[in-house]
């Protein structure tokens, strides 16, 4: 349509490209702080285990499977990609992270 007929052309703003800062981000270092009680990981409560996964940015969704299970420290330190698999935690992706943040535990 033209200017002719009473239409407006709209214009079409331009969109930065994100920086490659943006793009290629670290992953997150585990909090293994989440522990205010100071108490060996292994000893953590179903409770203490979701206040760690969830202060490490896990989600809520995630967490719950956990809790469902209840999984205590003594198990997470355990934890193998087979045992998310068959709680119902499905996503590859996500697996890794959980194993990624069980591995830092372990250092």
């Given at each position: 349509m033209s200017k002719a007929n009473g239409s407006k052309k709209r214009r079409i703003g331009i969109?930065?490209?994100?920086?490659?800062?943006?793009?290629?981000?670290?992953?997150?270092?585990?909090?293994?702080d989440a522990n205010p009680?100071?108490?060996?990981?292994?000893s953590w409560s179903p409770?203490?285990?979701?206040?760690?996964?969830?202060?490490?940015?896990?989600?809520?969704?995630?967490v719950q499977i956990f809790q469902e299970h209840q999984i205590e420290g003594r198990h997470l330190l355990e934890m193998t990609q087979e045992?998310?698999?068959?709680?119902?935690?499905?996503?590859?992706g996500k697996q890794k992270d959980i194993l990624r943040l069980l591995k830092?535990?372990?250092?």
């Open positions: 969109v930065e490209p994100p920086s490659m800062e943006e793009i290629i981000t670290p992953p997150k270092q585990p909090r293994l009680e100071e108490k060996p990981h292994g409770a203490e285990v979701s206040d760690f996964l969830l202060t490490n940015g896990l989600p809520e969704s995630v045992d998310l698999r068959s709680m119902g935690i499905r996503a590859v830092a535990l372990q250092d």
